[in-house]
């Protein structure tokens, strides 16, 4: 499935940014049982989960982002986003989406978040 992602740029320290993603190709019976979530990965260091909406509605957040960021979904859309609030500079990173499917998981092809202090 093919995922595109956007939002990303450079902001001060405390701002915000809105990251989207989009599966225009995905159909209906596809995206909707998918678990939706955002990635990050910064340099030198490992990818990491950010945040993730389950096909159930349930969410998870990393800790580091909880009370900052938020993640909603729209199925009607084929949708998921990212809203960062109170944006730190160890938020810096490329931002990635993702599809997972059973054991399938679809990436974007990732945005960068840059926070400068």
């Known amino acids: 499935v093919q995922l595109q992602a956007s939002g990303g740029g450079l902001v001060q320290a405390g701002g915000s940014l809105r990251l989207s993603c989009a599966a225009p190709r995905a159909i209906t019976s596809v995206f909707n049982p998918a678990d939706m979530g955002w990635y990050r990965q910064a340099p030198g260091k490992q990818r990491e989960m950010v945040a993730v909406?389950?096909?159930?509605?349930?969410?998870v957040y990393a800790d580091s982002v909880k009370g900052r960021f938020t993640i909603s979904r729209n199925n009607a859309r084929k949708t998921v986003s990212l809203q960062m609030n109170s944006l730190e500079p160890g938020d810096t990173a490329v931002y990635y989406c993702?599809?997972?499917?059973?054991?399938?998981?679809?990436w974007g092809q990732g945005t960068q978040v840059t926070v400068s202090s």
């Open positions: 909406r389950y096909a159930n509605g349930n969410t």
């Open positions: 993702s599809m997972q499917r059973g054991r399938t998981q679809d």
